[in-house]
């Protein structure tokens, strides 16, 4: 990875507001310095923060990237909270894709030039104006694909094409069930569905969503309701692929929704983000109390259990030639306009927490995309989307509040 | 399934020899009545003897088969030893596949005419001179496959097809580990590993077998050996497919040599069979002591665990259609000369204690049959494989004993 100090981790937040508020709607401004979001420690939306940091620069085989747009993912939720396996040291500046133009090349860096247009994966450190990542997570954007569009795609896309075709083995006739449906990997998963012939896709989404996403998904499931008994109610004898971003008594749940030689995978765990701060749901917890599987119970039932995590793939187990192998066969689909990313909202850097907070609440349909070049929308006296309150360490509601209606909803 | 009177069940040991005796040699002796293999009850050797039942008629859909040769399958030693889940109520006759000449056809039965040649699968009483059973368990048989081929085909073929490529996802460059290389399923594995390009197959066996085997199997494992060590030091990050009969502890051990992405299958727990009679490991033991998987270490992990049950699959889940559909690809395969069913020895009705105390001793290369026309070998007064003994309760040795090279080979 790129040397990145963290210059500005010990002042005061009223010092890094001002430093930030400097440079804002100016990518270009101070060329030793950008601006970057940070996370000052584990916790809440007040753990977050604009700040200016050194300009990185490439080490050997990473390419330099002038960021245009990054995506935010459920999982840098998780990473505010703490909420992963051995998370790393704080301060950090959050984000693991990206899109821009690269701007350096690192020695032996080959394979792209100065000024293409490439999207990016970045072990961290996305979330700033400019980003430097190995040359093996980028990927030349197609001529027709905007930058939004490019910050969506990697995550998403890569996620649900490994999970139904690497992972499962999707084919003519079957059916899916995908949790949030109408989120970034719902939706790569819908729109992937749709690429094979016969394919059934079952998808929870909060009901205020299905006129939306109605394209993409044969059978609606709302999110409040018991989706076991709906799928059954339509699918008597299940479905064929569970993608689970839920975790914890889902398991036993998904498993039993399957069809013989059908495949369950876990890819998330969304229900460990239950409140705002780490205190509420733990990682470690978690690992306790999620369902163990016999494996003599799979034997009988003729079922398969599997878990994924692109991230994992990517950065500890170092398989980024299997990702690139299937990026290739996305940005084809893409070219032959059987899939494009749905972007729900652009955000400014500044305007992080509100983001964050909408896809907590699931008010999202869609990628949520931080547009580098974006200048934060001015905050009116009323507005109750003023994050100061939501960033105090209370314990918040949970699940859909409503609170989505009164977020800032910015295209 | 047919109707099948057991009406021999309750004569004593000598009467029943007797019965059996009297038909030695003549499938066709009394057309009222045939031969069969019996289990009286759970336990060792000495619960099975040949002897009459009522001829069987076919139901509505059913076929009427006269059957040639039977396959002798590891899953018989768990069902004589009640080992199984659910085990059926005794006296029964086993097996589960057979080969033969179809002999009649019940109301609705289509696709097949009287004389045909077939291959099929029985849910029990396999191992009889004449079965019924549904028409859609029932597979045309190529020209060029003798009856003792076909009836090694079916279990062991469509069992590592569909582990190979509709549980797991075989392709080009991967790498399998295959327990018991030698057995039936093992050969299975290898020459199927052998249709795709560059794949590298691991097999455990014992190191009298390594010959016979070599052509199918990449790099050997001995069976005494410690497997994971083994594999590591040829292939440090592991294989992509592991392929598990032998349970317990094996399942930490299989997931823990997969390469990301990788699937661990458990296909059957030849390790519940440790001795010779139903006391020294039961089914419900095995369910709790086998290790479970935690959902999040799959996830951390990318990996896939599995499990198949090719009898499961067939007769509690329904999935006649799919094995019928794989079934179409392997004699294609086979039509294509790519695949060949290896036949270990052949044996009599009568000797059916002998073969299986041959495959409990892994002493076999390929796959026992029962040969319904064949004549017993005489034994001679001092051939140690005599079988009163054996028959006794008493726990036996575990594992390999060297009895294997006392087994009569009979080709």
């Known amino acids: 990875m790129a040397s990145e100090g963290l210059d500005k981790s010990e002042e005061t937040d009223h010092m890094i507001e001002k430093d930030a508020a400097k440079d804002r709607g100016s990518g270009l401004g101070d060329t030793k310095e950008i601006r970057a979001v940070f996370l000052s420690g ?18 050997e085989g990473e390419l330099k990237i002038r960021v245009k747009a990054c995506g935010l993912n459920f999982i840098d939720l998780m990473v505010r909270q703490g909420n992963i396996d051995n998370p790393p040291k704080t301060p950090l500046v959050p984000g693991f894709e990206c899109s821009g133009i690269v701007e350096g090349l690192g020695d032996g860096a080959k394979g792209f030039e100065i000024g293409d247009r490439v999207m990016a994966f970045v072990n961290y450190s996305a979330w700033g104006e400019v980003v430097c990542t190995p040359v093996e997570f980028v990927y030349p954007m197609p001529d027709d694909m905007g930058f939004a569009e490019a910050a969506a795609f990697p995550m998403n896309f890569v996620t649900a094409y490994m999970m139904l075709f690497e992972v499962a083995n999707l084919r003519q006739g079957m059916s899916v069930l995908v949790h949030s449906a109408g989120g970034g990997v719902g939706q790569a998963v819908a729109q992937l569905c749709s690429t094979i012939p016969d394919v059934t896709v079952f998808g929870t989404a909060s009901s205020f969503k299905h006129e939306a996403i109605k394209d993409t998904i044969t059978h609606f499931i709302d999110r409040n309701a018991d989706y076991v008994q709906d799928v059954k109610r339509i699918s008597p004898e299940g479905v064929d692929i569970v993608l689970d971003c839920l975790c914890g008594e889902n398991t036993g749940k998904g498993l039993g929704l399957l069809k013989p030689l059908g495949t369950y995978i876990l890819y998330g765990s969304s229900n460990m983000v239950t409140g705002e701060t780490k205190s509420f749901f733990s990682f470690a917890k978690s690992w306790w109390q999620v369902e163990k599987v016999n494996p003599i119970k799979l034997y009988e039932e003729n079922k398969v259990i599997a878990g994924f995590s692109l991230l994992n793939l990517l950065f500890k187990q170092n398989r980024g030639d299997k990702v690139k192998a299937v990026m290739d066969k996305l940005i084809s689909l893409f070219n032959q306009k059987k899939i494009k990313p749905l972007v729900d909202s ?16 699931r008010g999202n349909i869609g990628k949520l995309i931080l547009d580098v070049e974006k200048t934060p929308t001015p905050l009116m006296a009323s507005d109750s989307t003023e994050t100061s309150e939501a960033g105090e360490e209370e314990e918040d509601h949970e699940g859909d509040n409503g609170n989505k209606e009164r977020m800032p909803f910015i295209q």
């Open 42 to 59: 584990f916790g809440g939306l007040n753990k977050l923060r604009v700040a200016r940091k050194a300009m990185p620069e490439p080490l």
């Open 346 to 361: 652009l955000w400014a850097l500044e305007e992080v927490k509100e983001a964050m907070q909408r896809i907590h609440d």
